[in-house]
């Protein structure tokens, strides 16, 4: 008996002693990098900023909380100001951090709480149960979210931009790979060939133009030289996200984009429908927008805004992060998706400002596209995250064979294997106190009986 105690008590002192070794070679890292003292050219930082204006470091929640959906409904209503409010991250913050003890985050609280207030006799509706705002093209309904800092592209990315991308690489486009793409047919410059033309049964205005792509908009003999500084466009979801790859950036996600698009406006009381405001004004748009303007799609486009197609980027005023073109030009690939469903966000030049004819350019603006779709007016601009601090995960491998172990998984996924394996675990009660667990170390549920457990957003900083 005495001898069976002894076993357990050698054993747990080299269990424990290998979890100490690890934490210690968390604990002495390095602290977060400063993102005030990181800057890209021709990008605008998107983060929290402290009261004098400098962005707030790592040590802190610095994402930014917002409305994010597109439509304004009782959902909407229904969300606080409070709801906005930043909590820090901590062994006590209940709210931003999921926390399997407490059960809840405190989005699935209000959201199952939005869920209870619906009224399903109202019968079914293809996204759920929302009202559309009737300018609103929206199928997200409005939820608190929380975005991490990034920096943001302040214009979409340009035909000389994609250019130095293709002859660096010899990257191929797909529309010249499949060896055609969609022009907008008032816009080709043989008329006659619009008779034999095959279009897009959704959007007939539409035309399959053979070797139409980047260099050549309108097909053979027409060029992108006098549209250096506009958009590039013909452009799949791929030939986007590698073209950002290339540039050591990557696609927005769609929560990015439009906490950039609203710039600052996100709360309750304060979001508006428009990237100027809530104006629906052709002479407030055309300062801001490249849209189709008044004449009817798609022959007649008056042009207010100066441009029949794509216009330069920066030619129209910026919304209030500095960030051009977030409205109209051209749509923007957003990251992730499925390959046969990719969004795009913010409207283009065939759009109008009331929806009378195709989209109406509000921040609420979505399509899904295939992501080979290449057209004249869907083009992208890229993100990259600020340099932070590798952040750990706890992982146990092989639970169920006695062979656990500890990795320790880093923000990209890649694993460091622990070069002590204790040979068994074994229930330890020490570990079953809850309130004194230290939030370096992995929680005692994860020690125990799971195959593998991933904390999303481990704490291994000594500011928190
Ligand atoms: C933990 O570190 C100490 C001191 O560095 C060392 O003596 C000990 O052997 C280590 N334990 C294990 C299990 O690696
Ligand atoms: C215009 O298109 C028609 C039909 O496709 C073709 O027969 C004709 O040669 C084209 N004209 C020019 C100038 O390309
Ligand atoms: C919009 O409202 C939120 C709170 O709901 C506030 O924090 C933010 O500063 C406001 N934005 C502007 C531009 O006034």
Redesign the pocket.
Known sequence: MIRHHLFLFVLSIVFLSAVANESVDIASEEPHPDPNEEDYAGMAYIGRLDDEGRRVGFDQDNGIKFIFGTSFDETHKSIA?AD?AHAHYGPDAEHDIADRSRGKTREQVLHEQRIGQLDLSKGPKPFGWFEEHPLDGGAVPPRVVRVDPFFIDVAPVTNKEYGKFVRATYYETEAEKFGWSFVLGSFLPNASSLETAEVDPEAEDWVATDKAYWRNPEGPGTSYKYRENHPVVHVSHRDAAEYCKWVGKRLPGEREWEAAAR????????RTLFIWGEDQDVSVAKEYANLWGAGPFPWENHAEDGYRGTSPVKNFKPN?FGLYDMTGNVWEWMRGGKHKARIVRGASYVDSLDGTFNHAATLGARATLHGTTTTGNVGFRCVKSPKRRVEHHWVYENDEDSEAHLVLENADGSRQFSSTKPKQQHEDDEFDDEKDHDPTKPRPDEKRGRKKVVKPRTLTSDEL
């Open positions: 100001e906005l710039a600052g406006h996100f709360g309750p009381n304060n209030a």
